[in-house]
């Protein structure tokens, strides 16, 4: 069974940092291409970054440029996004989510998603 758990959420002050880890089973994680997205209370879901299977292509949400960092290790089946300079708007429920490797890199979701963890940016 496909399985995506984040980990590494929680409330930080802004300008602070926090690294999200994405703990992928049941597929063969080196073949997918791996997102972060994001859902802030009464908003739609958005893109927040993608990483090709072989990490040469990214891609980020504009407003994330230059603040945070996706990464992913296929020897751990792990993907990671590294958060600096966190803003109030940052704040949200993170999901990672995972799609097949069928085609170039994308900013629309997956097939697999995970359960979602809560990043809160307050002071």
């Known amino acids: 069974q496909e399985q995506l758990v984040e980990s590494g959420g929680g409330v930080v002050q802004p300008g602070g940092s926090l690294t999200l880890s994405c703990a992928a089973s049941?597929?063969?994680?080196?073949?997918?291409?791996m997102a972060w997205f994001r859902q802030a209370p009464g908003k739609e879901r958005e893109f927040v970054a993608a990483?090709?299977?072989?990490?040469?292509?990214?891609r980020y949400k504009d407003s994330v440029k230059g603040r945070f960092t996706i990464s992913r290790d296929n020897a751990k089946n792990t993907v990671y996004l590294q958060m600096n300079g966190l803003k109030p708007e940052d704040t949200a429920v993170y999901y990672c989510?995972?799609?097949?490797?069928?085609?170039?890199?994308?900013?629309?979701?997956?097939?697999?998603w995970g359960q979602g963890i809560q990043i809160t940016v307050s002071s």
């Open positions: 049941g597929f063969t994680f080196s073949s997918y291409h």
């Open positions: 989510n995972a799609g097949a490797a069928l085609g170039t890199l994308s900013t629309t979701p997956g097939a697999y």
């Open positions: 990483i090709s299977w072989s990490s040469r292509i990214i």
